[in-house]
Protein backbone atom coordinates (compact mmCIF):
# COMPACT_ATOMS: atom_id res chain seq x y z
CA UNK A 1 0.00 0.00 0.00
CA UNK A 2 1.13 3.39 -0.69
CA UNK A 3 1.16 6.32 2.00
CA UNK A 4 1.38 10.43 0.94
CA UNK A 5 3.45 11.81 3.41
CA UNK A 6 0.31 12.44 6.23
CA UNK A 7 -0.13 8.84 6.25
CA UNK A 8 -3.57 8.83 4.45
CA UNK A 9 -3.79 5.14 2.18
CA UNK A 10 -3.67 6.17 -1.33
CA UNK A 11 -4.76 2.76 -2.41
CA UNK A 12 -6.08 -0.29 -1.09
CA UNK A 13 -6.03 -3.50 -1.86
CA UNK A 14 -10.01 -4.30 -1.08
CA UNK A 15 -12.98 -3.07 -2.61
CA UNK A 16 -16.46 -4.43 -1.59
CA UNK A 17 -18.64 -1.78 -3.47
CA UNK A 18 -19.40 -2.73 -6.95
CA UNK A 19 -22.46 -3.51 -9.43
CA UNK A 20 -23.58 -5.07 -12.36
CA UNK A 21 -25.51 -4.32 -15.20
CA UNK A 22 -28.96 -5.75 -13.56
CA UNK A 23 -29.25 -2.75 -11.70
CA UNK A 24 -29.82 -0.85 -14.67
CA UNK A 25 -27.62 2.10 -14.63
CA UNK A 26 -24.00 0.18 -14.35
CA UNK A 27 -21.96 -1.65 -17.74
CA UNK A 28 -20.25 -4.86 -18.51
CA UNK A 29 -20.59 -8.33 -17.48
CA UNK A 30 -19.85 -9.18 -14.26
CA UNK A 31 -16.62 -11.26 -15.14
CA UNK A 32 -15.09 -7.95 -16.73
CA UNK A 33 -15.37 -6.58 -13.04
CA UNK A 34 -13.32 -9.41 -11.67
CA UNK A 35 -10.78 -9.23 -14.13
CA UNK A 36 -9.92 -5.79 -13.91
CA UNK A 37 -9.96 -5.96 -10.63
CA UNK A 38 -6.82 -8.62 -9.93
CA UNK A 39 -5.18 -6.74 -13.16
CA UNK A 40 -5.15 -3.80 -10.72
CA UNK A 41 -3.83 -5.55 -7.68
CA UNK A 42 -7.18 -5.88 -5.95
CA UNK A 43 -7.03 -9.22 -3.60
CA UNK A 44 -10.28 -8.74 -2.14
CA UNK A 45 -13.79 -7.89 -3.37
CA UNK A 46 -17.13 -8.10 -3.49
CA UNK A 47 -20.63 -7.11 -5.59
CA UNK A 48 -22.93 -5.66 -3.55
CA UNK A 49 -25.48 -4.79 -6.30
CA UNK A 50 -29.13 -2.77 -5.42
CA UNK A 51 -31.14 -5.11 -3.57
CA UNK A 52 -34.51 -5.91 -5.34
CA UNK A 53 -37.69 -5.84 -3.02
CA UNK A 54 -41.31 -6.90 -3.41
CA UNK A 55 -43.62 -4.64 -5.15
CA UNK A 56 -40.76 -2.52 -6.99
CA UNK A 57 -40.83 -1.58 -10.41
CA UNK A 58 -37.46 0.57 -10.77
CA UNK A 59 -35.75 -1.09 -13.40
CA UNK A 60 -33.18 1.50 -13.66
CA UNK A 61 -32.16 1.67 -10.09
CA UNK A 62 -31.83 -2.08 -9.24
CA UNK A 63 -32.17 -5.16 -9.58
CA UNK A 64 -35.13 -6.83 -10.81
CA UNK A 65 -36.21 -9.78 -8.02
CA UNK A 66 -36.37 -12.31 -10.61
CA UNK A 67 -32.68 -11.35 -11.18
CA UNK A 68 -31.38 -12.33 -7.85
CA UNK A 69 -30.84 -15.89 -8.25
CA UNK A 70 -28.72 -15.42 -11.43
CA UNK A 71 -26.49 -12.81 -9.40
CA UNK A 72 -25.95 -15.18 -6.91
CA UNK A 73 -24.83 -18.30 -9.59
CA UNK A 74 -22.73 -16.16 -11.51
CA UNK A 75 -20.76 -14.70 -8.76
CA UNK A 76 -20.61 -18.46 -7.33
CA UNK A 77 -19.23 -19.41 -10.60
CA UNK A 78 -16.12 -16.55 -10.70
CA UNK A 79 -15.82 -17.20 -7.23
CA UNK A 80 -14.64 -20.49 -8.11
CA UNK A 81 -12.89 -19.70 -11.01
CA UNK A 82 -10.52 -17.12 -10.02
CA UNK A 83 -10.40 -18.37 -6.21
CA UNK A 84 -6.37 -18.65 -6.82
CA UNK A 85 -6.40 -15.47 -7.88
CA UNK A 86 -8.65 -12.94 -5.90
CA UNK A 87 -11.15 -13.38 -2.85
CA UNK A 88 -15.20 -12.95 -4.29
CA UNK A 89 -17.83 -11.91 -1.37
CA UNK A 90 -21.31 -11.45 -2.57
CA UNK A 91 -23.64 -8.86 -0.99
CA UNK A 92 -26.37 -6.35 -1.73
CA UNK A 93 -26.48 -2.63 -1.04
CA UNK A 94 -29.51 -1.98 0.36
CA UNK A 95 -31.59 1.01 1.78
CA UNK A 96 -33.33 1.52 5.34
CA UNK A 97 -37.04 0.76 3.98
CA UNK A 98 -39.45 0.57 6.94
CA UNK A 99 -41.99 -1.67 4.45
CA UNK A 100 -39.17 -3.49 3.55
CA UNK A 101 -38.06 -4.49 6.45
CA UNK A 102 -38.88 -8.52 6.75
CA UNK A 103 -36.84 -8.86 3.21
CA UNK A 104 -33.74 -6.22 4.53
CA UNK A 105 -33.43 -8.59 7.65
CA UNK A 106 -33.67 -12.18 5.50
CA UNK A 107 -30.52 -10.34 2.99
CA UNK A 108 -28.73 -9.61 6.18
CA UNK A 109 -28.90 -13.71 6.95
CA UNK A 110 -28.25 -14.72 3.36
CA UNK A 111 -25.53 -12.84 2.33
CA UNK A 112 -21.87 -12.15 3.14
CA UNK A 113 -22.42 -8.46 3.74
CA UNK A 114 -24.62 -5.83 3.21
CA UNK A 115 -23.87 -1.94 2.24
CA UNK A 116 -26.12 0.43 3.50
CA UNK A 117 -26.33 3.16 1.05
CA UNK A 118 -29.26 5.09 1.88
CA UNK A 119 -30.94 7.01 -1.47
CA UNK A 120 -34.39 7.82 0.09
CA UNK A 121 -36.69 7.30 2.68
CA UNK A 122 -38.96 4.56 0.85
CA UNK A 123 -39.87 3.14 -2.64
CA UNK A 124 -41.21 5.67 -4.87
CA UNK A 125 -40.05 8.61 -2.68
CA UNK A 126 -38.49 11.60 -3.18
CA UNK A 127 -34.72 10.74 -3.44
CA UNK A 128 -32.21 12.16 -1.03
CA UNK A 129 -30.33 13.41 -3.64
CA UNK A 130 -33.09 16.65 -4.40
CA UNK A 131 -34.53 16.54 -1.16
CA UNK A 132 -32.44 18.95 0.81
CA UNK A 133 -34.16 20.53 3.82
CA UNK A 134 -33.23 20.39 7.41
CA UNK A 135 -35.75 17.79 7.94
CA UNK A 136 -34.73 15.88 4.92
CA UNK A 137 -31.12 15.80 6.15
CA UNK A 138 -32.11 14.69 10.10
CA UNK A 139 -34.60 12.01 8.53
CA UNK A 140 -31.56 10.82 6.55
CA UNK A 141 -29.74 10.11 9.38
CA UNK A 142 -32.37 9.06 11.48
CA UNK A 143 -32.55 5.92 8.69
CA UNK A 144 -28.77 5.47 9.01
CA UNK A 145 -28.79 5.66 12.74
CA UNK A 146 -32.31 2.81 12.71
CA UNK A 147 -30.51 0.39 10.14
CA UNK A 148 -27.58 0.23 12.81
CA UNK A 149 -29.59 -0.44 15.21
CA UNK A 150 -30.88 -3.81 13.44
CA UNK A 151 -27.66 -4.82 12.79
CA UNK A 152 -28.26 -4.22 8.95
CA UNK A 153 -24.86 -2.81 7.62
CA UNK A 154 -21.73 -3.96 7.16
CA UNK A 155 -20.53 -1.07 5.56
CA UNK A 156 -22.57 2.54 5.10
CA UNK A 157 -22.01 3.78 1.74
CA UNK A 158 -21.50 7.64 0.86
CA UNK A 159 -22.57 8.83 4.62
CA UNK A 160 -22.55 12.16 3.03
CA UNK A 161 -25.11 11.89 0.12
CA UNK A 162 -27.42 14.01 1.95
CA UNK A 163 -24.74 17.25 0.83
CA UNK A 164 -25.30 15.96 -2.65
CA UNK A 165 -27.32 19.42 -3.39
CA UNK A 166 -27.60 20.94 0.08
CA UNK A 167 -26.63 24.62 -0.75
CA UNK A 168 -25.15 25.54 2.71
CA UNK A 169 -23.82 23.29 5.77
CA UNK A 170 -26.16 23.93 8.16
CA UNK A 171 -26.84 23.05 11.86
CA UNK A 172 -28.81 20.12 11.05
CA UNK A 173 -25.70 19.02 8.76
CA UNK A 174 -24.03 19.06 11.65
CA UNK A 175 -26.47 17.22 14.36
CA UNK A 176 -27.49 14.16 10.97
CA UNK A 177 -23.15 13.75 10.90
CA UNK A 178 -23.21 13.45 15.02
CA UNK A 179 -26.04 11.16 14.40
CA UNK A 180 -24.36 9.01 12.01
CA UNK A 181 -21.06 8.70 13.48
CA UNK A 182 -22.10 7.92 16.94
CA UNK A 183 -24.51 4.99 15.61
CA UNK A 184 -21.74 4.20 13.01
CA UNK A 185 -18.85 4.45 15.90
CA UNK A 186 -21.53 2.52 18.69
CA UNK A 187 -21.76 -0.82 16.43
CA UNK A 188 -18.40 -0.33 14.98
CA UNK A 189 -19.62 -0.35 11.56
CA UNK A 190 -16.93 1.32 8.74
CA UNK A 191 -17.87 4.80 6.86
CA UNK A 192 -17.35 4.48 2.85
CA UNK A 193 -15.19 7.78 1.70
CA UNK A 194 -16.84 7.13 -1.38
CA UNK A 195 -14.72 7.32 -4.68
CA UNK A 196 -17.36 7.68 -7.22
CA UNK A 197 -19.39 10.84 -5.84
CA UNK A 198 -16.76 12.86 -7.87
CA UNK A 199 -18.07 11.53 -11.35
CA UNK A 200 -20.52 14.51 -11.03
CA UNK A 201 -17.55 17.08 -11.45
CA UNK A 202 -17.34 20.24 -9.83
CA UNK A 203 -20.57 22.62 -9.45
CA UNK A 204 -21.70 25.47 -8.04
CA UNK A 205 -24.15 24.43 -4.79
CA UNK A 206 -25.21 27.50 -2.80
CA UNK A 207 -22.16 29.34 -2.81
CA UNK A 208 -19.74 27.06 -3.12
CA UNK A 209 -17.90 25.60 -6.31
CA UNK A 210 -17.68 21.70 -5.04
CA UNK A 211 -17.89 17.90 -5.74
CA UNK A 212 -21.03 17.06 -4.42
CA UNK A 213 -19.79 14.44 -2.19
CA UNK A 214 -17.69 13.82 -0.15
CA UNK A 215 -17.97 16.75 1.30
CA UNK A 216 -15.32 18.04 3.33
CA UNK A 217 -16.54 19.49 6.50
CA UNK A 218 -18.51 15.97 7.15
CA UNK A 219 -15.18 14.36 7.37
CA UNK A 220 -13.92 16.76 9.64
CA UNK A 221 -16.41 15.76 11.93
CA UNK A 222 -15.41 11.66 11.75
CA UNK A 223 -11.74 12.85 12.70
CA UNK A 224 -12.88 13.35 16.12
CA UNK A 225 -14.62 10.00 16.53
CA UNK A 226 -13.04 6.64 17.38
CA UNK A 227 -14.25 4.88 14.19
CA UNK A 228 -13.05 3.17 10.76
CA UNK A 229 -13.35 4.28 7.46
CA UNK A 230 -12.91 2.54 4.23
CA UNK A 231 -12.79 3.38 0.80
CA UNK A 232 -15.41 2.51 -1.83
CA UNK A 233 -15.03 2.50 -5.70
CA UNK A 234 -18.88 2.44 -5.97
CA UNK A 235 -18.09 0.86 -9.27
CA UNK A 236 -20.57 0.96 -12.13
CA UNK A 237 -18.21 -0.17 -15.11
CA UNK A 238 -15.35 -2.45 -14.69
CA UNK A 239 -12.85 0.17 -15.51
CA UNK A 240 -13.72 2.04 -12.46
CA UNK A 241 -11.05 -0.76 -10.76
CA UNK A 242 -8.29 1.19 -13.19
CA UNK A 243 -9.48 4.59 -11.79
CA UNK A 244 -5.97 5.60 -9.51
CA UNK A 245 -6.93 9.08 -9.72
CA UNK A 246 -9.88 9.52 -7.93
CA UNK A 247 -8.14 8.22 -4.77
CA UNK A 248 -6.02 11.03 -5.19
CA UNK A 249 -8.58 13.63 -6.18
CA UNK A 250 -10.28 13.01 -2.81
CA UNK A 251 -7.06 12.82 -0.84
CA UNK A 252 -5.62 15.60 -1.96
CA UNK A 253 -8.30 18.01 -2.40
CA UNK A 254 -11.09 16.80 0.24
CA UNK A 255 -9.71 14.70 3.21
CA UNK A 256 -5.99 15.72 2.58
CA UNK A 257 -5.23 16.45 6.48
CA UNK A 258 -7.40 14.88 8.10
CA UNK A 259 -6.31 12.04 10.12
CA UNK A 260 -9.31 9.28 9.03
CA UNK A 261 -8.45 6.16 10.57
CA UNK A 262 -8.96 4.11 7.56
CA UNK A 263 -8.40 0.09 7.34
CA UNK A 264 -5.79 -1.68 6.11
CA UNK A 265 -7.78 -4.76 5.60
CA UNK A 266 -11.70 -5.69 5.81
CA UNK A 267 -12.50 -9.13 5.31
CA UNK A 268 -15.73 -11.50 5.89
CA UNK A 269 -16.27 -14.52 7.74
CA UNK A 270 -19.09 -15.96 6.12
CA UNK A 271 -19.13 -17.35 2.67
CA UNK A 272 -22.46 -17.29 0.69
Known amino acids: MKKNYRGVILLQNFNYHSHTKRCGHAI ?26 NNDNSPTERMKKEELQAYIQSVKYLQEKYKDKVEI ?38 GFYDANTDEDVIKYANLIRKACEKGIPDIIAHPDLFMFSKPEWTNACEEATHMICQAASKYHIPLEVNLNGIRYGKRKIGKEVRYTYPYRKFWEIVQKYPMD ?16 NCYNIINNEIIYDLKLNFLNELKFKKKL
Open 229 to 244: VVYGLDAHDPKKYEDK
Open 28 to 53: GEDEEYVIEAIKNGYQFIGFSDHAPY
Open 89 to 126: RIGLECEYYEKQLDEILEYRKTFDYIILGQHEPGLYEL
